[in-house]
């Protein structure tokens, strides 16, 4: 009963540094997301795909990229990490039905990453 | 464009109290999903309910409800007979089938004994 796994779960990073936060879902669903939650504030789309080799941008793409080149697996990519970096990102999967569970979102449990 | 917008940005009630979460939501797909999530203290976000843009009926869970109106856009929970633990952050989300959601603001709850 996995889920949604993402890794690490908490990381420090230094100001110009870069990182991969990993995704992966084992319920074959099409659609991931990346979401960051800043302090006190809702969650902002970064990256979203809908199925393997399509990505597009959410609200907030600035200073991230991501790869879908699998089902399974959806990465984000910080580069040159800055300190308005700091948050918590949650990866998320859905998959597009109309009855069902179609459509509901299931998230990670978050990784909290501080830029200094 | 889509939206979501959660008025109430901080509720407090003494435990027993009804309260309502305001949630509206502006998009122009025509099939769309409507979702509400909790996240407590701990930080993970709890799915609640799931509502299809084509099925207006409310629902109950428990001393949960939720009711969904089309004409006004709108997707308000309401928790009667609140309870301690209760307290959380509660998320009004819309997703489409192309995809993107899109997440409210976030309602805080507090609740006191």
């Known amino acids: 009963n996995a889920g949604v796994t993402q890794t690490p779960k908490f990381r420090i990073l230094k100001i110009g540094q870069s990182m991969t936060l990993q995704c992966a879902q084992d319920?074959?669903?099409?659609?991931m997301y990346w979401y960051r939650q800043d302090p006190g504030m809702g969650l902002k789309l970064i990256y979203y795909?809908?199925?393997?080799?399509?990505?597009d941008k959410g609200e907030v793409p600035n200073g991230y990229n991501v790869s879908r080149s699998t089902t399974e697996d959806f990465p984000l990519r910080l580069e040159l990490a800055a300190p308005s970096q700091t948050s918590v990102y949650f990866c998320?999967?859905?998959?597009?039905?109309?009855?069902?569970?179609?459509?509901?979102?299931?998230f990670g449990e978050g990784s909290w990453l501080t830029v200094v | 464009a889509q939206k979501v917008t959660q008025a109430q940005t901080e509720i407090s009630v003494v435990e027993k109290e009804d309260v309502t979460l305001d949630c509206v939501y502006e998009?122009?797909?025509?099939?769309?999903?409507l979702f509400w999530y909790k996240q407590p203290p701990s930080g993970e976000l709890v799915f609640l309910i799931r509502?299809?843009?084509?099925?207006?009926q409310n629902e109950i869970s428990g001393r949960y409800s939720w009711n969904f109106q089309k004409s006004t856009s709108s997707f308000n929970f309401t928790i009667t007979a609140s309870q301690v633990v209760d307290s959380a952050v509660y998320f009004c989300?819309?997703?489409?089938?192309?995809?993107?959601?899109?997440f409210g603001d976030g309602t805080t709850l507090t609740v006191k004994p």
């Open positions: 319920m074959n669903h099409n659609y």
């Open positions: 998009t122009r797909d025509t099939t769309y999903y």
């Open positions: 989300a819309l997703n489409t089938n192309a995809g993107k959601s899109t």
């Open positions: 795909s809908v199925g393997a080799g399509i990505t």
């Open positions: 998320a999967s859905s998959y597009p039905a109309r009855g069902g569970s179609g459509n509901t979102i299931y």
């Open positions: 509502r299809n843009s084509f099925d207006e």
